[in-house]
């Protein structure tokens, strides 16, 4: 029988990687030590995607130095390669910033709010998440006119938190801990924000938004069909849409039963093409519109095209061979309540990971995060991230690495500064290069 380590010697482990990584040594970000030029990375990273759309996301990305941190995964999955790290590996979000943790409905029907975006997640260091939601909170505080002193507040505020939780949850029971619920949602003002506007998004909303009743010969057809906004949404050959609606067929088998049960009292109604987010712009991202029990029964799912992880050519990798399950399966380790609709597809040897599009959903914006929002938000965003990799990982290690001094936060803040100014460098480079398009620079100047 295999002897299993105690939680205070699972600390003790924690404490030991302390020599592989010193905890001050999270500081260092040395450019000089960069491999590759970090646009050489953004147009390697470009290949395979729609080729029209590929302006709109370097369009994006040179509106602002935040803009280009979305962006920008694959350069600093490079960067943060380049940097000794613990060794303590748990799964990542992969791309932690403050715009992919927002509102949804969970299976029950309650609004939750979580990390939300798991397009990039990969088993990781942990502490690469830390980094990329440190420099996020510095670079959306500039982005708000913050002071110096109140990012380096937030990311403070960030790493405490993330602290005292994981610390917190390595003294729980493991269900406990499991089933761990946040209760202060409503208290802080920019959670409370995309929580309202999560409880606007119902069904019929996205219907409204999204779709137009069909016209034939100046009448109305009695059915619905998107609504065209090209490039961003427009509806697609009749070809194309039963190759996506094909596809659901293999989806719907790893669904739960009564998922499968569900998911086959919809009928489809119309397939469309759009542009999401801005790492995602240029990959294939298909909607498909369904109803229920009549029209009043909309369901909108999201058929959105995974490739490799931006830091699989980095870590040493165990996970699905279909990157579609590799999201929804990294997506299920953090989150405390996930999609009941999550699942995944191949089309045309391309592989999507499926999932209800705007369920309920809301998302935090840049301008929420002003004032006393963008500390309020960095505690919520560890306590949130600790769980998530707890549930993951091992809180026990995770906590006797930390610690319960500010040696590690301070780190952190150093780290997070340096890089919100390599990414406002690289930001720049990225408008003087032949990418950007004149009026996003010029909007940008």
């Given amino acids: 029988m295999v002897k299993l380590s105690t939680s205070q010697e699972k600390r003790e482990m924690g404490q030991l990687k302390r020599k592989q990584l010193r905890r001050q040594d999270h500081s260092n970000w040395q450019p000089q030590h960069r491999r590759h030029n970090p646009i050489a ?98 670079l959306a505080g500039r982005e708000n006119g913050a002071k110096r002193a109140q990012c380096e507040e937030a990311v403070y505020g960030l790493i405490a938190r993330y602290r005292k939780c994981v610390d917190m949850f390595a003294r729980m029971p493991v269900l406990e801990m499991a089933r761990y619920q946040v209760h202060r949602l409503q208290r802080i003002t920019p959670v409370s924000t995309a929580l309202l506007k999560a409880e606007r998004s119902t069904p019929m909303h996205t219907l409204e938004q999204l779709t137009v009743p069909e016209m034939s010969r100046g009448a109305e057809t009695g059915r619905r069909i998107f609504r065209e906004n090209k490039p961003l949404l427009t509806r697609i050959s009749s070809g194309q849409a039963r190759a996506v609606l094909a596809s659901l067929h293999e989806y719907k088998k790893d669904l739960l039963p009564e998922r499968q049960h569900f998911f086959a009292q919809y009928r489809p109604m119309d397939v469309g093409f759009k542009v999401v987010g801005t790492g995602s712009v240029g990959l294939r991202d298909y909607l498909v519109y369904f109803e229920g029990n009549g029209r009043g029964d909309p369901l909108f799912l999201q058929v959105k095209e995974e490739p490799a992880s931006g830091y699989a050519k980095y870590l040493e990798y165990h996970g699905p061979h279909h990157q579609g399950q590799r999201v929804a399966d990294g997506q299920r380790a953090m989150q405390f309540l996930s999609d009941p609709f999550l699942g995944w597809t191949t089309i045309a040897n391309r592989q999507y990971l499926v999932r209800q599009l705007n369920d309920h959903k809301a998302n935090i914006e840049i301008a929420d995060l002003k004032g006393l929002g963008l500390l309020e938000y960095a505690e919520m965003c560890g306590e949130l991230l600790a769980r998530g990799h707890s549930r993951s990982g091992d809180a026990c290690i995770l906590a006797g690495y930390i610690g319960t001094g500010r040696r590690f936060a301070e780190a952190m803040v150093k780290f997070a500064e340096s890089y919100a100014d390599q990414t406002e460098r690289d930001w720049e480079a990225l408008r003087k290069s032949s990418h950007a398009p004149k009026k996003a620079v010029a909007a940008a100047s």
């Fill in 41 to 138: 990375l953004l147009e390697e990273s470009m290949r395979g995607r729609v080729p029209s759309l590929i302006t709109i996301k370097y369009e994006r990305m040179a509106a602002s130095p935040f803009g280009f941190f979305r962006g920008a995964v694959p350069v600093m999955a490079s960067d943060l390669s380049l940097l000794p790290h613990t060794g303590i590996v748990n799964q990542i979000c992969g791309d932690a910033h403050v715009c992919n943790l927002g509102a949804y409905a969970a299976p029950d029907g309650r609004l939750v709010f979580d990390i939300n975006d798991f397009d990039e997640t990969i088993r990781g260091p942990f502490e690469w998440d830390l980094k990329r939601l440190a420099t996020s909170l510095v």
